[in-house]
Antibody, heavy 122, light 112 residues
């Protein structure tokens, strides 16, 4: 059964870089035909897609975040990662990683990790 | 970029049926499918409908999805409501022109 787990610092200072990693178990990122994505949810608010990546490094980003965000993949560790630069309080959120089904007519996420709360505060 | 608009909240009694709408500001669900996610308090979202009307294994057939005749609206219907259905529900679709994935505003379902 596929399982995803996010991990990283729970507290980041303003203007610094937020870094998160998602470890995938139950499937091989390098041998699968899926994308892998990050989604975030500020406390009490809705969901926002951040970015997605394929095992070969092909990426796409939410245009509203692309200038501050980098997504990467390490197939040897079966992990993918997210970096968000120059964070502010508005980046405080629960960050989820998820398998991303991407095709001509469809784009959806399943399953999701349990989520990792990242707070931006000095 | 397009937006997906949902009612803020709906409520209904156990055993009844509730329908949640999702309206796309531009584009079509016929060419960019809609998904529906359930998010219980304190938990990650889970998929209840994908590709407009498909149900993942393990999701009861009380959950059904459809798109409207104009293809810019979608609905999630939950029949035979149970207290366990009380959650936030989000629709989600894609903008193929801008390679943008968008989530709806979310609907809180309360089972009275």
């Amino acid at each position: 059964q596929l399982h995803l787990q996010e991990w990283g610092p729970g507290l980041v200072k303003p203007s610094e870089t937020l870094s998160l990693t998602c470890t995938v178990s139950g499937d091989s990122i390098g041998r699968s035909s899926y994308y892998w994505g990050w989604i975030r949810q500020p406390p009490g608010k809705g969901l926002e897609w951040i970015a997605s990546i394929y095992y070969n490094g092909n990426t796409y980003y939410n245009p509203s975040l692309t200038s501050r965000v980098t997504i990467s993949v390490d197939t040897s560790k079966n992990q993918f990662s997210l970096k968000v630069n120059s964070v502010t309080a508005a980046d405080t959120a629960v960050y989820y990683c998820a398998r991303h089904f991407a095709g001509g007519n469809f784009n959806w996420f399943d399953p999701w990790g349990q989520g990792s709360l990242v707070t931006v505060s000095s | 970029n397009f937006m997906l608009t949902q009612p803020h909240a709906v409520s209904e009694s156990p055993g009844r049926t509730v329908t949640i709408s999702c309206t796309r500001s531009s584009g079509s669900f016929a060419s960019n499918y809609v998904q529906w996610y359930q998010q219980r308090p304190g938990s990650a979202p889970t998929t209840v409908i994908y590709e407009n009307k498909e149900r993942p294994s393990g999701v009861p057939d009380r959950f059904s999805g459809s798109i409207g005749s104009s293809s810019n609206s979608a609905s999630l219907t939950i029949s035979g409501l149970k207290t366990e259905d009380e959650a936030d529900y989000y629709c989600q679709s894609y903008d193929s022109n801008n390679h943008l994935i968008v989530f709806g505003t979310g609907t809180k379902v309360t089972v009275l």
